[in-house]
């Protein structure tokens, strides 16, 4: 693996099936009493977050206590730049207290890539204002491949606001090459500028349809709608976007009982998500959660434990 | 006064070799019989094969004085610039303060003439503190002895109809021009960072797309023709900006445009690094934007290559992308882009490098004593290029203070060679006299 974890083209598919089994173990940990293994201690791993995330910040967290990583959090100001410190500075200062491992969640896209050419320590992004969110990729393949096996020839479906998502942006990249079909499904106000010629090169469909895309579906990704983004004008009304893109009680009886449905949250129930669907049998939603902090052990065990280090 | 110049064997536009002899800040003479003027007590240039131009003329500079003097002041900015063969620049009015009133043109109009390297020029604002909403006191501006003939709110797009309307009547009164950063807010908001496409796309960035630039120059068109009035495109980026420049043109409306160098050369294909060296407004656009401003300037839709240097200081680029500062150095690299991307191309000859940097600008600009011909007479404000010449940009040889230089590392065509100010050297052999 590199030596930092930024974007999910930064994974091979090696790299990809080595923390899905190294996952996989630290999945076992969980269910012990005790939960600590010794692989990383000595290791001071520190979660800057520049903008507020508890339920990826804890689960880093604990991904770094389970390992018996030091682990400190920190929250970054808010960096609305041209005044006061250069974000170099700020991640520079931390970095220089002897850290191993920079977690980093930025609102602006791109911020982790930058902080990796100025720093020493590993960096692991943990979401970069609307561009990637690496773990949140894996740990999504991984629950899928947990229930279906293999992802090869699956057609996996993603529905929800593209334009705003880094989820979308990390797991249109992975899925794919790990064999998956996938179509992308959203209004057209809501899909990336220039979504057109990135799905011909990067071989995912687009669809403005998700009623036509549904019963073909061997997997359903909702993604959160931004609230904030309705006063954009992007929809008309939360009412019109539940009628053409939610995953309504009807669609649900579409899907049928054994399609998995995925949700990386945090969810607006009744809007992209109805309660059926986000509580139905088939939802992998909370195991998504718990597969995040197995995951997040897997990506801290394999930058900070060394070459050839084994669970 | 310095001692009388001879300029021995440069190669004039549209003519041959020849020699040139300034004196008294002006063209004492000029001969095409090789020797034929007296060499003794002056001091001799050699300009074999070497190109006279008139002196450049940049349209659009931000000099960062006052108020960001760690960036750049009027005297760095001004070396900057004559290290680039510019004899003069039109400062832009988006300092702090602003300059919006007549003793602010007079202050950067004075410190640029007590550096004495470039004619500094500043351009008004439009409107009071660059806020959009009242008439600066353009008029005043205009009487002070800085002389001021261009507005602009660069930096900000004159977004309100009717402000910009009555500007530009108002202009009228004194042959002034409104230069307008074009950029609707509705269009490219406060977030926008980049070209929206599909670049912006992949990497999560908020662009702008170039529709928000063409629907205010065709709007400001409209109003040119309306109030019988000159607008000047400041920095046009797209092919639709063209498109419009072009249709304008055929009705005979009273417009003028620039484009960069950087918009000439670069696209949007540099930001997959994320790298905010090339954060710029209007950003960089994909390859066939740049194709279209290539043929504009060629066939003369575009009048003018301006820089928009805007020096930053390191710090205020060491943010992610969309946070950085906007803007990147350009007077000591233009000519070397132009000759790159123009002349080596065979789309202009130094001809029409002097149309484009020199002849046009200053015309805009209604800077009468420079992009003058190289007559007998004229005000010897004149620059010395090796066409043959190539150089790798390092961004730690600027005379700006600032270090953000897209050009770092890239070879490029021509150097300027020397620079004369009323006839007084600012630059000898590619460095400050
Ligand atoms: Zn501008």
């Given amino acids: 693996m590199n030596k930092h974890l930024l974007s999910v083209d930064d994974l091979t598919i090696d790299d990809v099936n080595t923390l899905f089994t190294t996952a996989a173990e630290m999945h076992d940990v969980q269910r012990r009493e005790v939960k600590k293994l010794p692989a990383l201690r000595g290791r001071t791993v520190i979660n800057l977050f520049f903008e507020d995330s508890t339920r990826t910040r804890s689960s880093f967290e604990l991904a770094g206590k389970w390992l ?100 979308f942006r990390s797991n249109v990249g992975l899925l794919g090459r790990l064999g998956a079909r996938v179509t992308v499904v959203a209004p057209p106000t809501l899909m990336p500028s220039g979504v057109e010629a990135w799905s011909a ?99 801290l065990y394999h930058l900070l434990a060394g070459e050839g280090a084994s669970a | 006064m310095t001692d009388p110049i001879l300029i021995q064997g440069g190669s004039l536009l549209g003519g041959g070799a020849a020699d040139v002899l300034v004196a008294d800040g002006v063209i004492a003479a000029v001969s095409t019989t090789p020797g034929a003027l007296e060499t003794t007590g002056v001091r001799v240039i050699d300009a074999d094969g070497l190109v006279v131009l008139p002196g450049l003329v940049d349209l659009h500079t931000h000099l960062r004085e006052p108020g960001r003097e760690d960036a750049e ?115 490219a908001g406060p977030e926008a960072c980049c070209h929206e496409g599909e670049i912006s796309g992949r990497l999560g960035l908020t662009g702008w797309p170039g529709v928000a630039e063409e629907v205010i120059v065709a709007r400001d068109v409209m109003l040119a023709r309306h109030t019988g009035s000159r607008v000047h495109v400041a920095h046009a980026s797209t092919a639709g900006t063209v498109e419009v420049l072009r249709w304008a043109r055929s009705q005979g409306i009273a417009v003028t445009a620039e484009v960069t160098p950087h918009h000439l050369l670069l696209t949007t294909e540099e930001l997959l690094g ?94 009468g004593g420079h992009g003058r011909p190289i007559e007998v007479g004229e005000p010897a404000h004149l620059t010395l290029i090796d066409p043959a010449a190539s150089v790798t940009v390092d961004r730690e040889a600027s005379a700006s203070l600032s270090r953000n230089n897209p050009w770092h590392g890239r070879t490029l065509s021509a150097a300027v060679h020397t620079t004369l100010l009323r006839g007084v050297p600012t630059v000898l052999e590619g460095k400050l006299a």
């Fill in chain 2, 274 to 367: 994320y790298d905010p060296t090339y954060k710029v407004n209007p950003p960089l656009r994909p390859a066939e934007d740049v194709e279209a401003l290539r043929d504009a300037l060629a066939d003369g839709t575009i009048d003018a290559v301006a820089t928009d240097h805007a020096p930053h200081a390191r710090h205020d680029k060491q943010h992610a992308f969309g946070d950085a500062a906007f803007g990147m150095l350009g007077l000591e690299t233009a000519l070397g882009v132009v000759a790159s991307v123009m002349v080596d191309s065979g789309r202009l000859d130094w001809a029409g490098v002097a149309r484009v940097m020199s002849h046009n600008p200053a015309r805009i600009a209604g800077l």
């Fill in chain 1, 68 to 167: 018996s990583a030091d682990t400190i959090n920190l929250a970054g100001k808010g960096s609305s730049a041209s005044k006061g410190e250069s974000l170099r500075d700020t991640v520079l200062t931390i970095a220089s207290m002897g850290v191993d491992a920079l977690v980093i969640r930025h609102s602006a896209s791109g911020a982790c890539h930058q902080v990796a050419e100025w720093v020493d320590c590993s960096v692991v992004n943990a979401g970069d204002g609307t561009h990637e969110h690496p773990t949140q990729a894996l740990l999504d393949a991984y629950t899928l491949v947990r229930r279906l096996g293999t992802l090869e020839d699956k057609h996996i479906v993603l529905v929800g606001d593209l334009t705003h998502s880094r989820v």
């Fill in chain 1, 201 to 299: 090169s990067a071989g995912f469909e687009t669809s403005y349809d998700l009623d036509e895309v549904l019963p073909k579906a061997d997997a359903v990704m909702m993604l959160r709608v931004q609230r904030e983004r309705m006063s954009g004008g992007f929809f008309p009304t939360a009412r019109e976007y539940t009628v053409g893109y939610g995953l309504t009680r009807d669609r649900l009886a579409v899907l049928g009982e054994e399609v998995p449905i995925c949700h990386p949250g945090p969810m607006n129930r009744g809007l992209e998500i109805a309660a059926d669907a986000a509580d139905a049998a088939q939802s992998l939603i909370l195991e998504q959660v718990s597969s995040g902090v197995a995951v997040r052990m897997s990506v």
């Fill in chain 2, 73 to 187: 002041t009027i005297r760095t900015g001004s070396h900057a610039a004559a290290l680039g063969g510019y004899t003069a620049v039109l400062a832009m009015a988006n300092t702090n303060p602003v300059t919006d009133t007549a003793e602010a043109a007079e202050r950067v109009h004075e410190l640029g003439r007590q550096v004495g390297v470039v004619d500094v020029q500043p351009v008004g604002a439009v409107t009071k503190g660059l806020a959009g909403e009242e008439l600066a006191e353009l008029g005043l501006m205009a009487r002070s002895r800085a002389g001021v003939r261009v507005f602009s709110d660069d930096g900000r797009c004159v977004q309100d109809a009717r402000v910009m309307r009555r500007a530009l009547e108002y202009v009228k009164a004194f042959g002034g021009v409104i230069s307008q950063h074009s950029q609707d807010s509705s269009l």
